[in-house]
């Protein structure tokens, strides 16, 4: 791992830049003041927050006038999750054997393979929304 790598880290080891991604993803292009008041945190903050996620290439900015509105760059969270997997141990390599290896192991599957089974059923029903929405565009 190069330092540029544990950079990324030490970036994504922020919680409220963790959330600002997130909501980043969720409500796509935001300006400052939107993002504080979605996160309850000072707007002043979130532009500390944005700078260092900009400087780390997870955001980016196009100014239109006044407004500044920062988005997701996605190919910079491509390049994070092929790190993350290049780190990781578990051996998933992203394709969910890790959850079955798991599952193979559990003194209680049942409660295993149901608690799974609810994260794969808010992850589709996130899909769904996304297909709906993108059907109203």
Not at 5 to 12: G, N, S
Not at 13 to 31: M, T
Not at 42 to 63: D, F, N
Not at 73 to 78: D, K, S
Request: glycine letters at 6%; aromatic letters at 4%; hydrophobic letters at 35%.
């Amino acid at each position: 791992m190069d330092s540029k790598q544990a950079e990324l880290f030490k970036v994504l080891g922020v919680e409220s830049r963790i959330r600002i991604i997130e909501l980043l993803k969720q409500k796509g292009a935001l300006g400052v003041n939107e993002i504080a008041e979605a996160l309850g945190i000072t707007p002043s903050a979130v532009s500390q927050h944005l700078k260092v996620l900009k400087y780390a290439g997870l955001v980016r900015s196009e100014r239109k006038g006044y407004w500044i509105p920062y988005e997701i760059a996605p190919e910079a969270l491509e390049n994070c999750k092929d790190l993350l997997s290049q780190v990781c141990t578990c051996g998933c390599k992203g394709t969910g054997q890790a959850r079955q290896a798991q599952i193979d192991k559990a003194e209680d599957k049942l409660t295993l393979l149901r608690r799974y089974e609810q994260e794969l059923k808010k992850e589709l029903k996130k899909i769904r929304d996304q297909i709906a929405q993108a059907d109203k565009e």
